[in-house]
Nanobody
Framework: VQLQASGGGFVQAGGSLRLSCAASGISFSSNFMAWYRQAPGKQRELVAG???????NYVDSVKGRFTISRDNAKNTVYLQMNSLKPDDTAVYYCNVGPAYWGKGTLVTVSS
C-alpha cells in the first residue's frame, strides 16, 4: 500500500489549498479515510474523517472551512481547505484503513 499526498504549500491567511492523497494497493471505497495534522510542538490530531458510507466528521476548529471528499475512480481523497488561518499551519497526513499513512505535506499559513 502506498499513499502519496500532495498540495501543501504557502498561503496567506484567508486563502485556500486543496490537499490530495492518491493510493495504490488499497480500496478507498471500503475503508475509513482521514486527514491528520501535526503542528510544531503539538500532538498529531484528527482533522477530518470520511467513512465508507460517506459520513464525515471534523475537528471543531475547521468545521465550515474544510471539506473531506474522495474520488473512488481515482482512488484519491481530498481535503479542501478554505479561509485558512495561521493556526492551520502544520504537516498534514492522509490516513487510510486506519493502518496506512502517507508522507506528510506541509501547509504554512502566514498572517
Amino acid at each position: 500500500v502506498q499513499l502519496q499526498a500532495s498540495g501543501g504549500g504557502f498561503v496567506q491567511a484567508g486563502g485556500s489549498l486543496r490537499l490530495s492523497c492518491a493510493a495504490s494497493g488499497i480500496s478507498f471505497s471500503s475503508n475509513f479515510m482521514a486527514w491528520y495534522r501535526q503542528a510544531p510542538g503539538k500532538q498529531r490530531e484528527l482533522v477530518a474523517g470520511l467513512t465508507p458510507a460517506g459520513r464525515t466528521n471534523y475537528v471543531d476548529s475547521v468545521k465550515g472551512r474544510f471539506t473531506i471528499s474522495r474520488d473512488n475512480a481515482k482512488n484519491t481523497v481530498y481535503l479542501q481547505m478554505n479561509s485558512l488561518k495561521p493556526d492551520d499551519t502544520a504537516v498534514y497526513y492522509c490516513n487510510v484503513g486506519p493502518a496506512y499513512w502517507g508522507k506528510g505535506t506541509l501547509v504554512t499559513v502566514s498572517s
